[in-house]
């Protein structure tokens, strides 16, 4: 069968790995922007007709040659590598993804029960925390106010 290469980012073994391989997917996630880990120079030096599938697209792509693309035309070749940079990849199989939602929320809304709602929840769940975007419809994500030039507020600072 086929081999499946993964490693850790190490500039000279991507390099090694992006010159030989025929898929390539890029699936990291930074705090803000997600860094950009492979270079045009490095999709150049890319097979003819290999692919490059950019999951890291929703938050700017790790690719310095993506661009974003649609599920109506959700390709493009540049420099003779095809190129997938759907955002939000899960709502083309929506079912799927559905499944795998549910199946993370599940003890995150049992949690909640359990604390006697989302405001206990909150306090006492930094994860859940951590997962708030608004909170009473103040802002609290910094990456997305960063983003959008929006002013937020720490909820840690929020909630009593």
């Not at 025929?22 to 150049?44: F, K, L, Y």
């Not at 709602?117 to 708030?132: P, Q, T």
């Amino acid at each position: 069968g086929s081999t499946i290469y993964t490693s850790t980012i190490q500039p000279k073994t991507l390099q090694k790995a992006l010159r030989r391989c025929d898929i390539a997917i890029g699936a990291i996630r930074g705090r803000t922007r997600t860094p950009v880990v492979v270079n045009e120079t490095m999709v150049q030096q890319m097979k003819d007709g290999a692919i490059i599938v950019d999951v890291s697209i929703d938050s700017g792509g790790c690719f310095e040659t993506s661009e974003i693309t649609t599920h109506e035309n959700p390709t493009f070749i540049k420099h003779g590598v095809i190129h997938y940079c759907v955002p939000n990849i899960p709502s083309r199989y929506a079912r799927t993804a559905s499944l795998s939602i549910s199946n993370i929320f599940t003890p995150f809304l049992l949690k909640i029960g359990e604390e006697g709602g989302i405001e206990n929840a909150a306090r006492f769940e930094k994860s859940l925390r951590k997962g708030m975007y608004f909170y009473h419809g103040i802002l609290t994500n910094k990456a997305v106010a960063d983003w959008f030039s929006l002013p937020f507020r720490d909820i840690n600072l929020l909630i009593l």
